[in-house]
């Protein structure tokens, strides 16, 4: 249960109390502010409070977002303040101030006047108590709902009339979509999906259900694929689309009803990448049932994604908290220039090929084509997209090269690198002091690229992948060695992921074993997954991962020494079996500690979070 303390006359024929109870709020009333102060420490610290001005005019939803959104400590509108547990202190704090200024006093004698006087704009002050010692106040973007005070009879008129000229319920259904998405998702989904969520709403779902919903429907999308004919074909597309639905839905659902949770993100994001790459494993299933093999197709368009994705990341934790780039500068990226020309948006979002248009293109050509081909697209299209954003990013980090990362974005790159003991073991005994420039980044490239070029071009049994993965232990321990604050620092996880899956890829195709690049596809998914649940532990201010799964599932130099030790060592029939117990003892690690992990978080009241970035 909230609680919301009313401060002030109350206006007859006001709505205010309907409305915070139809917000879930028990309604309490002061009398004066040492009887606002005094309700507000009899309510129990682990439930959310607010203060409100009982001439507060305007929308339900004004106040739904004002009071409601279980991200923020602490928010407010005008004529509205709340507080959860973690903003209690600051609020009772704050209340004490503004009683204490008013001279108003538990048991001490006043006019009516004087105690109309010191409730006046009780809740407004507050907030500007909080403001003033540098507290951080959520307020949330209004756009035309209305929140008002009015001081007199005729400015109340005036405010109800702004309520009444407002249609409140297209305002929030608009709101429900997310801004940025792609033009797929913008024009094709959203206009119908938003409506879908109300629906879900009305009827008292919640988007962890229909983010369920969508996975099921993604993974019976993924058996259909696998049947390899072209009825199952059409139907996986059909219901790949319908995920991609329901993946809307959820988000916007959480947005309509405010139902965010730090459970309800992960969810959310880990679900987006199992959908995925279970249909690509469908696809692959389906073209083997044909008598085509493309698992080695498959797992590049895993290994791909997921390097696009790394990038992103480590590219938003090393810039997020950066400076500005100084005046004079050259411009961030080739592309900035065409921020003003209103189409170029519009196709700069397209190419890149973010999620919706990636599904739907996946979708048309499994219904249309064949597997081959819808790999081949999907492998081209996310090579163009990787490279262009990429760039970009280079040429915006070089802009501001003077710049150097904080302390907290080495901390989050370094949890990204996700260096195992060998590496930690080694950059504590080498002698290496800060390397000049760009030469973390070098070394992090030449590594990877070596063990990978010496694990194509050598045969399968030889010693040589293992000794050029020795190797690569030795760079990645040197680029990991000191803080990554470099200007292109941020481009060392990404490379490590592309050396180690792609070293995977390659030994599992030498083998030429049947089921080598299956088990490879399920090794790189185990491995991949962890890396995600790193990055979204980071976003939601969680930290890394605990330093006892890193240890045992090797680190990232460690499993590529050790895939290549066992290339070297078994037969290619063994080769695969290890493959195969590796990644089962991978995935099982980090998704028990997973698991674990955001159901204890969720579940201890975390702060709930909810992810807006870039539709990837």
């Excluded at 990341?313 to 005046?327: G, K, L, N, S, V």
């Excluded at 000191?482 to 200007?487: E, I």
Aim: proline content about 6%; aromatic content about 6%.
């Amino acid at each position: 249960m909230s609680t919301a303390i009313l401060t002030g006359q109350p206006v007859p024929g006001a709505s205010i109390e309907d409305d915070l109870r139809a917000l879930g709020f028990e309604v309490r009333s002061a009398s004066d502010a040492a009887d606002a102060e005094s309700l507000l420490a009899a309510v129990p610290g682990d439930q959310r409070v607010a203060v409100v001005d009982a001439r507060f005019v305007g929308h339900l939803h004004a106040l739904r977002l004002g009071l409601t959104d279980p991200r923020f400590p602490l928010a407010a509108i005008p004529g509205a303040v709340t507080a959860q547990p973690a903003g209690r202190q600051a609020l009772t704090r704050a209340m004490a101030r503004e009683t204490s200024a008013s001279g108003d006093t538990p048991g001490a004698p006043g006019s009516a006047c004087a105690t109309h006087t010191a409730l006046a704009g009780l809740a407004d002050r507050v907030t500007a108590a909080l403001d003033a010692e540098g507290t951080d106040v959520h307020r949330p973007a209004l756009g035309s709902l209305v929140a008002a005070v009015p001081a007199d009879p005729q400015a109340r008129n005036e405010a109800r009339q702004a309520v009444a000229a407002v249609d409140e319920e297209a305002v929030r259904l608009k709101s429900a979509v997310k801004a940025g998405d792609g033009f797929f998702t913008t024009f094709f989904i959203s206009p119908y999906s938003r409506h879908l969520a109300r629906w879900c709403a009305r009827r008292g779902l919640t988007p962890n259900q229909v983010t369920t919903a969508s996975l099921l429907t993604a993974l019976i999308a993924a058996g259909c694929a696998a049947t390899g004919t072209r009825a199952g074909f059409v139907a996986a597309a059909v219901l790949l689309i319908a995920s991609f639905v329901l993946d809307c839905t959820d988000g916007q659902l959480a947005r309509y009803s405010l139902q965010y949770s730090t459970l309800g993100a992960w969810l959310d994001a880990t679900f987006d990448r199992a959908k995925e790459y279970a249909y690509y494993a469908g696809l692959a299933l389906g073209a083997a049932r044909g008598g085509d093999d493309v698992w080695a197709l498959a797992l590049g368009a895993m290994i791909l994604q997921t390097g696009r994705h790394m990038v992103d990341f480590a590219f938003h934790e090393a810039t997020d908290d950066a400076a500005p780039a100084t005046a004079g500068s050259k411009p961030a990226a080739p592309t900035d220039r065409l921020d003003g020309v209103g189409w170029t948006l519009w196709v700069r979002r397209m190419i890149i090929l973010p999620i919706g248009e990636r599904w739907a293109m996946i979708a048309v050509l499994t219904a249309a084509t064949t597997p081959r081909i819808t790999f081949y697209a999907l492998l081209a299209g996310c090579a163009f997209a990787s490279l262009y954003t990429t760039a970009g990013r280079v040429l915006r980090s070089l802009a501001r090269r003077a710049h150097r990362g904080t302390d907290r974005a080495a901390r989050a790159l370094a949890d990204l690198a996700d260096s195992g003991p060998l590496a930690h073991a080694l950059a504590r005994v080498l002698p290496v002091r800060r390397l000049p420039g760009l030469a973390v980044p070098a070394l992090a490239l030449l590594g990877g690229a070596a063990v990978v070029a010496v694990s194509a071009l050598t045969g399968q049994g030889t010693a040589w992948p293992a000794l050029a993965a020795a190797g690569y232990v030795l760079t990645s321990a040197l680029a990991v060695a000191r803080p990554l604050t470099g200007p292109l620092d941020w481009l060392v996880p990404p490379l490590f992921r592309a050396a180690e899956y792609v070293t995977v890829l390659v030994l599992a195709a030498k083998a030429d074993v049947n089921g080598a690049l299956p088990a490879a596809f399920g090794l790189v998914a185990a491995v991949a997954y962890h890396h995600y649940d790193t990055v979204y532990r980071i976003r939601g201010d969680a930290g890394a991962p605990p330093a006892w799964l890193v240890r045992a599932t090797g680190g990232q130099e460690g499993r590529t020494l050790l895939v290549a030790v066992l290339a070297a060592l078994l037969t290619a029939p063994q080769f695969k079996v290890a493959l195969t117990a590796l990644a089962v003892i991978i995935a099982l690690l980090v998704l028990a500690e997973s698991i674990r992990f955001w159901v204890s978080a969720h579940q201890g009241g975390a702060p709930a979070v909810h992810d807006e970035g870039e539709p990837a």
